[in-house]
């Protein structure tokens, strides 16, 4: 293996998730939990539908189903059904999810803080550039139906 990126962002990855993990303890809030709350936060569009949602997490319906129904229960999200299609769940934060999308991003300020120091500006700013291409490679890969360039198809 030439370049071992994936090792650093899997390192990476894991301390983000467990910084967060303990940074969010008292609130008892899974990590999926807090990508849909931030998600929700940040989207244009009031209020989103769930299937929005879960084209902007890359996440399976199912797993999300189940994701939003736990945030439900904890009362960090309301689902209502759309007044003109009423196939199609509008999502929106209440008061409690919209303090803990507050206390989540000051952590993330925090972590975000702590692992770019000593980087210059520059590089941060090519590295996300980078890393926004490449998981835009990753999720165009995965629609192809993870078929490989050269080797064929890879069996799942």
Same mark, same amino acid.
């Given at each position: 293996?030439?370049?071992? #990126?994936? !090792?650093?962002?899997?390192?990476? %990855?894991?301390?983000? %998730?467990?910084?967060?993990?303990? +940074? #969010?303890?008292?609130?008892?809030?899974?990590?999926?939990?807090?990508? +849909?709350?931030?998600? *929700?936060?940040?989207?244009?569009?009031?209020?989103?539908?769930?299937?929005?949602?879960? &084209?902007?997490? &890359?996440?399976?319906?199912?797993?999300?189903?189940? @994701?939003?129904?736990?945030?439900?229960?904890?009362?960090?999200?309301?689902? &209502?059904?759309?007044?003109?299609? !009423?196939?199609?769940?509008?999502?929106?934060? @209440?008061?409690?999810?919209?303090? *803990?999308?507050?206390?989540?991003?000051?952590?993330?300020? !925090?972590?975000?803080? @702590?692992?770019?120091?000593?980087?210059?500006?520059?590089?941060?700013?090519? $590295? +996300?550039?980078?890393? &926004?291409?490449?998981?835009?490679?990753?999720?165009?890969? !995965?629609?192809?139906?993870?078929?490989?360039? $050269?080797?064929?198809?890879?069996?799942?």
């Amino acid at each position: 293996m030439k370049n071992p #990126m994936g !090792r650093w962002i899997s390192i990476i %990855h894991r301390l983000s %998730h467990s910084y967060m993990a303990t +940074a #969010m303890s008292p609130e008892k809030i899974g990590c999926g939990e807090f990508g +849909a709350l931030f998600c *929700l936060n940040s989207m244009d569009r009031e209020p989103p539908s769930q299937e929005e949602l879960r &084209e902007k997490l &890359e996440m399976d319906k199912g797993a999300l189903a189940r @994701t939003l129904a736990g945030m439900e229960d904890k009362g960090l999200i309301t689902r &209502e059904r759309d007044r003109s299609d !009423r196939r199609i769940l509008r999502l929106g934060l @209440t008061s409690r999810g919209k303090v *803990l999308v507050e206390k989540k991003i000051s952590a993330m300020d !925090r972590w975000n803080e @702590t692992i770019s120091e000593g980087i210059d500006e520059g590089d941060l700013e090519t $590295t +996300a550039r980078t890393m &926004e291409r490449m998981a835009k490679n990753a999720v165009a890969f !995965r629609e192809r139906g993870w078929k490989k360039k $050269t080797e064929g198809e890879i069996s799942e």
